[in-house]
């Protein structure tokens, strides 16, 4: 336990480094922490040198000096302040005003009892009194509407008028990957296709890039297609790995949220109900024909009740969109991993003195077997380092890097080759995990 906390503390660090902007909630969220965890580490960790480890390690939470008890006279007072508002208070005292009150009470100080010092103790009592009742939180998560071309929402849309293949695919033989942009509601691409796959996704969103330029800001589900990896990665896919290296920051929704990808959603909804269920396509090529007129249509004739249209068409609305950087000719293939500067993991050493980490194997010690390490990343120079109590430090190059620039078009197809080989080694898993389970009695 104490490698997996120490890990958490290293991740909170890194995830206030990378998000200064998330609140506590999304930062208890990411680790899977409590917000109270996470607001008394943010205050040691802020109180500290960036760089200190020695911060990260854990204090004892046995009380020193347990408090005295309160007498059950002050915790009937305390109910009858509340039952009974004292001194011709009109409402219903809170634990501020006990506070103030209890004080004052004559027979308490006659008999010398000890009274609470914080609200927090007064509001413990009423809660276990039953004269509070917690009800449930309401999460109010207001966005504002970013600049033009800034910020896209990608997601895939069955055409499922198109009857299964005899003799191949049963279920989405025939998809749609549209993009909206979020800031005029201007639909970019719908890209349609009958495959696809980590590597033909990945793709059609450069294809979208070449087009249009580079975004700030992606937003994606958690297909499988975009974020799917082999049971045992550490890394991002390879479709997250090239969104970030080419500096485009990537948002994937919480899990059976798709409110979070709103725009897009909201856009399936028109075109389910305006085209496909209009005309009712059982091809790809005459899926291609109705989605390609009403692309246009949508974007140029069909009026947009959305806030930044005014009930006119996307591109009325906005006729001359903002121009966004160019796909650059050399990428440095290994731009993403500065993201995770600073991420901890912890692992369990093998019987062989070694651990795994991306599917890749790193010997440490035969003496450590059975034990947990925690690692951290070194994102800046692909650096692993390695810290346990019995270990001198020590370090690792990252392997599976390029540690090179490369020409934008070779950086694609090697990470087209690259989501291929994972989605060949997830499809594997799978299929190892059903043949276990129809094996077992």
């Known amino acids: 336990m104490q490698a997996l906390y120490y890990a958490a503390r290293g991740n909170l660090r890194w995830l206030l480094r990378l998000h200064p902007q998330w609140s506590q909630r999304q930062l208890a969220q990411a680790l899977g922490m409590s917000r109270s965890w996470v607001s008394k580490w943010i205050k040691r960790l802020q109180s500290a040198p960036p760089d200190d480890e020695e911060v990260l390690q854990g204090l004892s939470r046995a009380p020193k000096h347990p408090p005295e008890r309160l007498d059950a006279r002050v915790i009937d007072?305390?109910?009858?302040?509340?039952d009974q508002p004292p001194e011709g208070l009109g409402r219903t005292p809170g634990p501020k005003a006990i506070l103030y009150y209890l004080p004052r009470d004559e027979s308490l100080q006659q008999a010398g009892l000890r009274l609470p010092r914080s609200t927090r103790t007064i509001h413990r009592i009423l809660c276990e009194q039953g004269?509070?009742?917690?009800?449930?939180?309401?999460?109010?998560?207001?966005?504002?509407?970013?600049?033009?071309?800034?910020?896209?929402?990608?997601?895939?849309?069955?055409?499922?008028?198109?009857?299964?293949?005899?003799?191949?695919?049963?279920q989405h033989v025939v998809e749609t990957l549209n993009v909206i942009d979020v800031g005029t509601s201007v639909l970019l691409a719908a890209h349609v296709a009958p495959d696809f796959t980590a590597e033909t996704a990945l793709q059609a969103l450069a294809q979208t890039f070449q087009q249009h330029g580079l975004p700030h800001s992606i937003r994606l589900d958690r297909d499988p297609r975009w974020v799917g990896a082999p049971q045992g990665s550490d890394f991002p896919s390879a479709v997250l790995r090239f969104c970030r290296s080419l500096g485009i920051a990537v948002v994937v929704c919480d899990p059976r949220?798709?409110?979070?990808?709103?725009?897009?959603?909201?856009?399936?909804?028109?075109?389910?109900?305006?085209?496909?269920?209009?005309?009712?396509?059982?091809?790809?090529?005459?899926?291609?024909?109705?989605?390609?007129a009403f692309v246009k249509h949508y974007n140029w004739q069909r009026p947009h009740?959305?806030?930044?249209?005014?009930?006119?068409?996307?591109?009325?609305?906005?006729?001359?969109?903002?121009?966004?950087?160019?796909?650059?000719?050399?990428?440095?293939?290994d731009g993403w991993l500065r993201q995770l500067d600073g991420q901890h993991l912890v692992r369990q050493?093998?019987?062989h003195g070694s651990i795994s980490v991306n599917l890749a194997?790193?010997?440490?010690?035969?003496?450590?077997?059975?034990?947990?390490?925690?690692?951290?990343?070194?994102?800046?120079?692909?650096?692993?380092?390695?810290?346990?109590?019995?270990?001198?430090?020590?370090?690792?190059?990252?392997?599976?890097?390029?540690?090179?620039?490369?020409?934008?078009q070779r950086y694609l197809e090697l990470m087209m080759q690259e989501a291929s080989r994972e989605r060949r080694l997830l499809a594997g898993q799978r299929r190892r995990a059903s043949q276990k389970g129809q094996d077992s009695p």
Request: charged fraction near 20%; hydrophobic fraction near 30%.
């Open 349 to 351: 050493v093998n019987r």
């Open 257 to 292: 949220q798709p409110q979070q990808n709103g725009f897009v959603e909201r856009y399936h909804r028109t075109y389910q109900e305006e085209c496909l269920a209009q005309h009712r396509p059982t091809t790809l090529a005459h899926v291609r024909e109705v989605t390609e």
């Open 361 to 408: 194997h790193y010997y440490l010690s035969r003496s450590l077997a059975g034990q947990r390490v925690t690692l951290r990343i070194d994102g800046v120079n692909g650096v692993l380092h390695v810290q346990h109590p019995h270990l001198r430090r020590k370090s690792f190059p990252l392997k599976g890097l390029q540690r090179q620039a490369l020409p934008y």
């Open 131 to 170: 004269r509070i009742c917690h009800q449930l939180p309401v999460l109010n998560d207001p966005q504002e509407r970013p600049a033009p071309m800034q910020d896209w929402q990608l997601d895939f849309k069955d055409a499922s008028s198109v009857p299964a293949d005899p003799h191949g695919k049963q």
């Open 305 to 333: 009740q959305g806030i930044s249209c005014g009930n006119r068409p996307p591109r009325v609305a906005h006729p001359e969109l903002p121009a966004l950087p160019q796909v650059p000719d050399v990428i440095n293939a």
């Open 77 to 82: 007072r305390i109910l009858e302040i509340r």
